[in-house]
């Protein structure tokens, strides 16, 4: 006859082996259990997680009931660590907040400690070392002091493994608490935490403020000084003025602003800040005199031949030639070349209103979610080969892996390449997200644009426009990052638009357009359509007609549109990037790197231009020469 098993009691797990056969009295009492805190058995170590939830089917009480010593539970539960335990804080990286909290954490609850040949823990040794921190999951005691702010490469026990020999950790010869608390490496730590808590609590200023009192006046000055800019922009805003205005002063012969106005009417009660406003333009100690050059964008407000900053600085010092921003510049050429061919110019409006159409209700956003992560467009129109070799490929690519469709930026150009590269790579989930809000939609209008955004998709002129504007634009892309750098000079500028230039003229030929007319076939099959040239007639006042009435669809799509859009491209980044730079800009030919290839006439427009800043100008040219021979 089998023997039934015996049920271990929650007191048979919890006493040690020595006691196991005392009464009831001396054991864990009928009372709640801390539920929080892990405890040990003599039989085996098990950190028991009591708030975690338990169904009654594992034979264990549930969440949130009180546990007896008549109870029973799996041996086999384990806690997680503790977010506080000291043992998990070694080698990480920790914030003040959290220092400050670990540093006033109170004293460990009371609960059965593991045992180990007889002995364990004691909490009272936290009364005497207040540092003393027990990690539940090691089983050892921590310094928390050395642990925040010792050395990292420090391998005192306290602050690496844990110390656990609880034989030699009390005692004046042998104990190891002692003997860790007047070692210097702790003296060290304690005192690098009596200093973070009473700067932390602001009883002591910190270094900085106590070695230097001017740093501490000048940072309460300037907050004084910033409030008040503050509260004026604050005053205005609330009364719905604005900060420019229009108000002419005929005396200064200048635009005197409602902000600039209302500052100094404000300085009139506070002497600090009209000090500040008549000694701010001396405050970076820069001297005018030596600046010869001035870039901005092209606002009227910066570049302004009436009362712009350029004129202002230049009344001031004349030779302080102005330079617009050259990546500004390069969106100006993209603009304009995109500007000049209707089909390009038409393809940007169209993929502008459709991104902002499938964006703008959270139920089209939903229809679109559900083809864009399984589309493989991208996969089908670029190959291997193409993706390596082109940067248009490359691009397509990489937006295989975006979630939604960004939408088309309307003030820089360059960035537009990004949502064409991943209007094609979608081009599949666009035209069937279009189809279903066609069918799904409750709003006539939005049905209605559904449908005229699903012909202009299945558009030959549409498809065509959007591969060949993509793969241009993919070549400005890098340029554009290139002219944003804190590295870039005006001389780098002009080369790199050169190299971009080259490289654009180079895309002008049968064999490319073949390429990037087999990709949009394939993108055409993905709607179900063929690519065919559009209707030609006689004479064609809106529509490029160039070429003989029976030229196929690929000759009349190279002619009238891929050849006109390099065409244009190339002749604003000539226009807008010359070879032949201003004697301002040939200066920077005498950099070290570059100073070899600067000619004869080169040298003289320097001259001319710079002759007064030369210590000696006799010897320029000679100057020139030696350096040209020394870098050969």
Known sequence: MERKAKQMKLTDMFCPKEIKGQNEANAIPDQNVNTSTPIASSSGHYDLDMSMDISPDENAPACGKSLTQNDTLDVSMSCSPDDFDPAYLIGKSITDNDKMKLLNLPKTEKFLYQTSDGRKYSQTWENKFPWLHYSKSKDAAFCIECILFGQPSSTDVFCSKGFKDWKNASGIKRGMLLS???????????????????????????????????????????????????????????????????????????????????????????PLLKTHIETAPKNCDLDIGYLRGQGYD??????????????????????????HCRAHVLNLVLSATCKAVPTIRNLLDSVNDITWFMGASPKRKSIAERYISDDDTAILVVNDDDASESSSGTLINNARAKKSIPKLCETRWNARVDTLSTFIAKYKSIFSALQDILDESSSTDARLKAASFMRQVQSSVFIIALIISQHILSYTHPLSQALQKTSCDLFKAYNDAQHCKSVIKNQRSDEVFQVLFTRASTLAECVNVCIEKPRVSGRMAHRAAAGDACDSALVYFRINMFYPFIDHCVAQLEERFPVNMSSILLASKLLPKVVSTVTDIEMAKVFDSYSEDMPSPVSFHAEVEKWKEFLV
Request: with cysteine; net charge positive.
């Open 180 to 270: 860790h608390n007047n070692s210097q490496c702790h003296q060290q730590s304690a005192a690098r935490t009596h200093n973070f808590k009473t700067i932390s609590s602001g009883e002591k200023k910190d270094i900085l403020s106590s070695l230097s009192q001017s740093y501490e006046e000048n940072v309460t000055r300037n907050r004084e000084i910033l409030l008040s800019i503050i509260d004026t922009i604050i005053v205005l805003s609330q009364q719905n003025i604005p900060l420019r205005g229009h108000n002419w002063d005929k005396q200064a012969k200048r635009e005197d602003g409602n902000f600039a106005r209302f500052l100094r009417w404000k300085s009139e009660n506070v």
């Open 298 to 323: 092209g606002a009227s407000v910066m570049s302004g031949n009436t009362s712009g900053v350029k004129t202002r600085i230049q009344d001031v010092q004349p030779r302080a030639f102005y330079q």
